[in-house]
């Protein structure tokens, strides 16, 4: 699985924290960081949270083309290579493009095909490339797309929500950031309740909802340091879990 959380510059060496290991010798390690939120993939913290989305291989977008014939609400879907094919502009690369940046590069590719002032929007109709796993306790696991604002809130919303008797203060991300597997313990309630920020989702983050492997791993530290005010963050040594 992929894991959670992130460390703030300095912060990963001054993860001071308490230690668990499961497994014996050569076991899983987790160590808790002092962090108050969960970073994101390149470590981003407090406002430069937030995630936008990039098109990747095989995502499905609506162009259009104002006063052309053929190119309003024109279906298209990216290849293998993240490139699509549009009368006028050719084969258009937009793997790994903002939908501005996407739009930005229809049009430069419109006006090489000698078209004056195209006026192009950009849509995306279904996302294939970016995605979150939510696992555990809800309605409906599953793969789900990851858009602008996804949060974790929304991502169980996404999964048709928690199931009759899920444990709401056992919700586990795992986050590979910066290269290390990263673990976080949330408590919705507390979301809920606005007692600290629903935590940014991020590509590949998977979300387990009750018990898990890594919920029991962080069992003992949860125990010194109750979930009231920010969630639980730690780092695994590993690729057990």
């Not at 809920?192 to 991020?202: E, F, N």
């Given at each position: 699985?992929?894991?959670?959380?992130?460390?703030?510059?300095?912060?990963?060496?001054?993860?001071?924290?308490?230690?668990?290991?499961?497994?014996?010798?050569?076991?899983a390690t987790?160590?808790?960081?002092?962090?108050?939120?969960?970073?994101?993939?390149?470590?981003?913290?407090?406002?430069?949270?937030?995630y936008v989305y990039r098109i990747g291989p095989y995502d499905k977008l609506i162009i259009d083309v104002?006063?052309?014939?053929?190119?309003?609400?024109?279906?298209?879907?990216?290849?293998g290579d993240g490139n699509i094919a549009l009368p006028v502009a050719g084969s258009v690369s937009v793997?790994?493009?903002?939908?501005?940046?996407?739009?930005?590069?229809?049009?430069?590719?419109?006006?090489?095909?000698?078209?004056?002032?195209?006026?192009?929007?950009?849509?995306?109709?279904?996302?294939?490339?970016r995605f979150i796993t939510v696992d555990g306790e809800v309605a409906q696991p599953g793969n789900y797309p990851v858009v602008a604002g996804m949060t974790l809130m929304r991502g169980v919303a996404a999964a048709r929500g928690v199931t009759e008797f899920a444990k709401l203060k056992e919700v586990v991300i795992h986050r590979k950031v910066n290269g290390r597997q990263m673990i976080a313990l949330y408590d919705l309630q507390a979301i809920?309740?606005?007692?600290?920020?629903?935590?940014?989702?991020?590509p590949n983050d998977v979300v387990v909802v009750g018990d898990s492997p890594g919920r029991r791993m962080l069992q003992q530290l949860l125990q010194a340091a109750p979930l009231l005010i920010s969630p639980l963050v730690a780092v695994l040594n590993n690729n057990s879990l």
């Open positions: 699985m992929i894991g959670a959380m992130m460390m703030a510059s300095a912060s990963l060496t001054g993860c001071a924290g308490d230690s668990l290991t499961k497994g014996g010798v050569g076991g987790v160590t808790r960081v002092d962090a108050s939120e969960l970073p994101g993939p390149d470590g981003q913290t407090g406002a430069e949270q937030g104002l006063g052309i014939d053929g190119m309003v609400n024109r279906h298209v879907t990216a290849d793997n790994n493009l903002t939908i501005g940046e996407a739009t930005d590069r229809i049009v430069q590719q419109l006006r090489a095909g000698y078209m004056r002032n195209p006026r192009v929007s950009v849509n995306l109709e279904e996302s294939v490339s809920r309740r606005g007692a600290y920020t629903d935590p940014v989702l991020y």
